[in-house]
């Protein structure tokens, strides 16, 4: 392995720890050995081991005792930690992995056996670590994506403004405003995912109709390039109390989704309408359908050989529909695709 990984063995028998960090130190490893499991827990504190050999039975205090206290130190919870002990039945093992351990080796120890099980935690650990820098990386990314979107857009969007009033209707600017209006729906779900743990959530009362509305007149662009026509047929009016740029993600995910797999002159259909008691939202198209209903809502998930978007709009609708308690249900078939929005009795305000 390219690092010189530190263990720390803890047991109370002197010639295990003398055993194992022989067989070890073959391997390289640092090792730290003790019987003396609160010296373990305050030296890892000071100074952290890459993997920890935890023993389960041992006098003043048991390996799931020690385990626990690592547990819930902020800075040693994600250390791995193999239980070793005589103990091979599988209540014992179930229990040590129910407490954190990562493995569980018996009693007379293997050679090769303790060797691969560290290996392979410490390649895992290693991973681990690997994708959680990855993350951050990828979160700084993101935010210097929508620093760098928002102004650009901006710009954009108020000089095709100027420049319609002053030449007057032009088919160019209204494929550069369906393209702004693109890249405005990216901008706002990156928006979304990076703001969404801080930002606190302000839930209210929400007209459907007038909301819908504005949304539809929000896509009137991106549907003119394809001659796609958008109606709105209210059935039950009823408004519903949730966070308007949460619900906007939603509709705007629902519809951006409906026109980039929808057919050039056809017609998407958005129903406001109440089924028995339920109230719901219809959003259906005429396009090319979707293969499989239940891969779509996964994160970056693109149909085969259709390769639009970036695969997060629709993982956004069902991370924000479960957190709101609203029922997706998506059928598609025979160049009809319909997104069905079950909304929960709770978060409905009637109308007349």
Do not use: W
Request: charged share 30%; aromatic share 8%.
């Amino acid at each position: 392995m390219d690092k010189n990984y530190t263990i720390l063995i803890i047991d109370d028998k002197s010639e295990n720890l003398h055993y194992l960090s022989n067989i070890l130190k073959e391997e390289n490893f640092l090792i730290r050995a003790t019987t003396d499991a609160s010296f373990a827990i305050n030296s890892s504190k000071l100074n952290p081991p890459d993997l920890i050999l935890l023993d389960i039975k041992m006098p003043n205090m048991s390996g799931f005792e020690v385990c626990k206290i690592l547990k819930k130190d902020e800075t040693l919870k994600d250390i791995p930690i193999i239980f070793i002990s005589a103990l091979d039945d599988t209540q014992s093992k179930v229990k040590a992995l129910n407490e954190g351990g990562v493995d569980y080796i018996t009693k007379p120890f293997e050679k090769e056996e303790v060797i691969a099980r560290v290996k392979t935690q410490l390649k895992i650990f290693e991973s681990k670590n690997t994708i959680s820098k990855l993350l951050e990386l990828q979160d700084f990314f993101l935010k210097k994506i929508i620093h760098e979107m928002n102004t650009p857009l901006s710009i954009i969007s108020l000089n095709i403004d100027n420049l319609e009033s002053t030449l007057g209707y032009k088919e160019q600017f209204e494929a550069i405003k369906a393209s702004s209006k693109s890249l405005s729906s990216i901008y706002n779900d990156l928006y979304y995912l990076i703001k969404k743990e801080k930002r606190i959530t302000e839930e209210k009362s929400i007209n459907l109709v007038r909301f819908l509305s504005s949304r539809v007149a929000f896509f009137d662009e991106m549907a003119n390039i394809k001659n796609i026509d958008i109606t709105l047929d209210i059935n039950e009016e009823f408004e519903v109390f949730m966070d308007s740029n949460e619900l906007e993600r939603v509709v705007d995910n629902t519809i951006s989704n409906a026109i980039k797999y929808s057919f050039e002159n056809s017609t998407i259909e958005i129903t406001l309408d109440k089924e028995d008691e339920n109230y719901i939202l219809f959003i259906k198209d005429e396009g090319i359908g979707i293969t499989d209903t239940k891969a779509v809502f996964q994160a970056y998930y693109q149909q085969k050989d259709k390769n639009i978007g970036l695969g997060l709009g629709l993982s956004i609708v069902k991370e924000i529909c479960d957190k709101n308690e609203i029922k997706i249900e998506l059928s598609s078939e025979k160049n009809n695709t319909v997104f069905k929005y079950i909304f929960p009795q709770n978060r409905v305000i009637k109308g007349d």
